[in-house]
């Protein structure tokens, strides 16, 4: 017999491969980030640029690291759907610490979303698409998603530096 799928489980899980994601960007570990994904796992960044499979990642990414100083990502699940037992999608918020600062840079905030698959009975990222939170022309959307980071950042027990 099968393993019956546990909700709740796998939602925590998917939850916790994308705040592990975030700590590995923010540590600017390139290979361990990329580990994360599926061989064959995608990327679309904040600009719009597309990475294709686990092996460009991992060498864009390294050239972002090196020559960089990328910000710190702070992120708030805001949804774990399972779309079957082997596929979930995450929704999330974001905002960016620039280094040796300590509050949230507002002109980067951004909305995330990551689908993850169940191989071997493990989680990984098949997709993660990073988009900027800029609510044209509804400056009111950006303020109380910058407060809303803000309080997070204020209350987050995890490391941003």
Do not use: C
């Amino acid at each position: 017999m099968g393993r019956e799928p546990n909700i709740v489980t796998d939602e925590k899980e998917v939850g916790l491969l994308y705040q592990e994601l975030l700590k590995r960007w923010n540590k600017r570990r390139a290979s361990e980030m990329t580990d994360l994904f599926a061989e064959d796992g995608n990327l679309v960044g904040f600009d719009g640029s597309q990475i294709n499979g686990r092996s460009e990642a991992r060498t864009v990414l390294s050239q972002i690291f090196a020559n960089h100083q990328t910000a710190a990502y702070l992120g708030i699940v805001k949804e774990v759907r399972l779309l079957s037992p082997d596929v979930a999608i995450l929704r999330a918020v974001a905002g960016m610490v620039p280094q040796g600062e300590s509050d949230i840079n507002p002109e980067v905030n951004a909305v995330q979303t990551l689908v993850a698959v169940k191989q071997q009975n493990k989680w990984i990222i098949a997709l993660f698409q990073n988009t900027p939170a800029a609510f044209h022309g509804r400056p009111e959307l950006s303020e109380r998603l910058t407060e809303e980071l803000r309080q997070a950042l204020r209350t987050s027990s995890n490391e941003i530096d």
